[in-house]
């Protein structure tokens, strides 16, 4: 006897289908940009070029502290408390919590309590009428009948009798009934826990989701900072040409006056003055723009940062080295494969759903209570009833449909490791470009900044010359231009490099693990 519920054990710790096993990612050793750099074609290139980020160390999970720009970290810290978009997620992740939840009470036994009342009318009269059993009920208060000829009206009374039991047979009742219910499918073959499995992934993958919408968030923010404080360079670098080609209408002026000079450069220059001028509220538009975008990305209203961002600032310098870690980590720091995985994961308890349906499902079921026709009688043992036991549901013919859903599911679990694979090598597709551009506009940043330091020579040097009468205005023009052009290419190349890096950080897949909420943290 001992040997059934053994059995029935073994069989409980059974489930079939595969067993998940996490996916390897093949990254290579070394990042390609870093194993294979650039040849500077310069000794004086090669000066100017900073160095390769290493890759002794992980990237710092706060990445955006290596700027040095305390304004930016309590942006991107209001924004990933206050973000309308992060928030849903966060939703998210509880409602696939809770999914989670209801599919585990599946394997759970059920208990519902029960309460019924009914008025029935059974119709019974017209069965009894069918039969004739009126008529040989009145037969027995016939003056021939048997009864009467033994004994003078003990037909009549048996026919009374008769009667009142007839009537309160085919009369309706008043059927009262307080129970319990209860049912437990045992799931011997695992299709409830291979559904758990599957809904605990997807939880999973609901908060890598949130995951990765923060750390694109973070890097947004950035990104937008670093928009309008190279905006506001933008804005200073014009002013402050606007204040120089003032002193250069002066100038010419001057010469002018003296002979030296002509109305003709007196005019050219003035409209070249104008032409800077209409650069100012370019300027100030994007500034404006990039201060609601902020505002949008904290949560807060246009013009709720204005008080705290309108001051102008630098734009947040490079540190001098980036650690970026090893392609092998990279799989568990970007919460793209992550998520992947777990869809995989997923994926792959479905398949164990499928296969546990062509499997017999046994269930256990029981009621207990009492029935009577007045409510005050429910509570007298004799009104007990009961009924319990086992019930057996065998799929013998579905026309395919078992066979096609476990088809189905080995498909989409093929496809979701495709997607693994897929995210993989978009990850090191990223960190890769990132690194490339971060190198080669590094090398152009300080090609830009040698330009600006030579041209600033070249004008000064034509201005002192024009001054002194040695060459013509067009030397000066031509040489302010110059000088204009290369100072907001060098400023764009500045917020170009900062912006560069902030792009790594996110390629690199860090942030996530920093700010992530109290509610993802329990999920976990």
Not at 88 to 110: D, E, F, H, K, W
Not at 153 to 161: E, H, I, R, W
Not at 167 to 186: H, R, Y
Request: some cysteine.
């Amino acid at each position: 006897m001992a040997v059934l519920p053994a059995f029935c054990i073994v069989l409980c710790a059974c489930s079939v289908g595969p067993d998940f096993k996490p996916p390897q990612a093949h990254a290579p050793t070394a990042w390609h940009d870093i194993a294979q750099p650039a040849v500077p074609a310069s000794a004086a290139e090669a000066q100017r070029v900073t160095s390769t980020p290493t890759v002794d160390s992980d990237p710092d999970p706060r990445w955006w502290h290596s700027f040095g720009d305390p304004t930016l970290d309590a942006l991107i810290e209001r924004a990933a408390r206050g973000n309308p978009d992060l928030q849903q997620a966060v939703l998210r992740i509880a409602q696939a919590r809770l999914q989670a939840q209801s599919t585990a009470a599946q394997g759970l036994p059920n208990l519902r309590a029960t309460g019924s009342y009914e008025r029935e009318q059974l119709g019974i009269k017209g069965f009894l009428q069918s039969s004739d059993v009126y008529g040989k009920v009145d037969q027995l208060g016939a003056p021939g009948s048997p009864i009467n000829q033994a004994a003078p009206g003990a037909g009549a009374a048996a026919q009374n009798g008769a009667n009142q039991l007839l009537d309160q047979l085919t009369a309706p009742v008043n059927l009262w009934q307080a129970g319990f219910d209860a049912s437990w499918e045992l799931d011997l073959f695992g299709r409830v826990r291979r559904s758990v499995e599957a809904a605990n992934a997807q939880t999973e993958a609901a908060i890598e989701s949130h995951n990765d919408a923060l750390l694109s968030l973070e890097a947004e923010v950035a990104q937008t900072y670093v928009q309008l404080r190279g905006a506001q360079a933008l804005r200073d670098v014009a002013g402050s040409l606007v204040d120089q080609q003032r002193e250069i209408v002066d100038l010419t002026r001057s010469q002018a006056k003296v002979g030296l000079g002509s109305e003709l450069d007196v005019r050219s220059q003035t409209a070249q003055l104008a032409q800077t001028e209409a650069q100012v509220p370019q300027y100030d538009q994007q500034i404006a723009q990039s201060l609601n975008a902020l505002a949008y990305l904290v949560g807060e209203a246009p013009g709720a940062l204005d008080p705290e961002l309108t001051a102008h600032a630098a734009v947040p310098p490079v540190p001098p080295t980036v650690p970026v870690g090893l392609p092998s980590a990279l799989a568990r720091r970007r919460p793209d494969i992550r998520r992947a995985e777990a869809n995989l994961h997923a994926a792959t308890a479905d398949v164990g759903v499928a296969v546990a349906q062509f499997y017999p499902d046994i269930s256990l079921s029981g009621q207990i209570g009492t029935r009577a026709t007045n409510a005050s009688d429910l509570s007298r043992w004799s009104h007990l009833f009961y009924s319990f036991g086992p019930s057996v549901s065998l799929p013998i013919f579905q026309g395919g449909a078992l066979i096609a859903n476990l088809k189905l599911s080995k498909v989409q679990q093929a496809s979701a490791a495709l997607d693994y694979r897929k995210a993989v090598l978009t990850a090191l597709r990223d960190v890769d470009n990132a690194l490339a551009v971060y190198r080669t506009d590094q090398a152009r940043r300080a090609a830009l900044d040698d330009s600006v330091a030579a041209q600033q020579s070249a004008f000064e040097l034509a201005r002192d010359s024009y001054r002194k009468g040695l060459v013509t205005y067009i030397n000066v023009l031509d040489a302010e231009r110059q000088l204009a052009q290369d100072r907001e290419q060098a400023t764009q190349g500045a917020m170009q490099v900062t912006t560069d890096l902030v792009a790594l950080y996110k390629a690199l897949g860090g942030g996530w693990e920093a700010n992530a909420t109290a509610d993802t943290v329990t999920a976990r």
